[in-house]
């Protein structure tokens, strides 16, 4: 339904109902219903704290949060507390606009795929963690 943090060639496979982009501050919007959630590692912990915030309203009833693994952070505590988590068996290869292709080109850096593994967590009704685990098992370890 929602996709917080998102860009228009992302929605090509993610297709929300409601998405915003980096222009808009998806963690002060109201999150609804199932959400998907990549959010840009230079604000990780304020998507997570804002999801964990659109749960304890009941506005959010499931969300998937794709990020790189950073056990140490307190924001990771916070959300691997209770979620089912997918260790990734690869490297996740990301769609990014023309712009930040390009601009990535001329800071030298990969577009590909980013330099880490990442991890799915999911968060949400018990049911759905079964069936997370059903789904996301087939590209990785998946633990509650």
Known sequence: D????????AQRTVRA???????????ACEWFGNVFCNPPYNNVASFVNAGLDQMVKGHAKQIIFLLKPAPDTAYFQAIARD???????????????????????????????????????????????ERFKQVFSTIGIVKR
């Open 83 to 129: 979620a089912s988590i997918c260790l990734v068996n690869h490297r996740i290869r990301f769609v990014f606009p023309e712009a930040e292709v390009e601009r990535r080109r001329q800071a030298g850096k990969k577009v590909e795929s980013p330099p880490h593994g990442n991890v799915f967590l999911y968060l949400g009704h018990e049911s759905g963690h």
């Open 17 to 27: 109902t409601l998405w915003f982009s980096e222009s808009e501050d998806g963690t």
């Open 2 to 9: 929602v996709d917080p943090a998102s860009c228009l060639e």
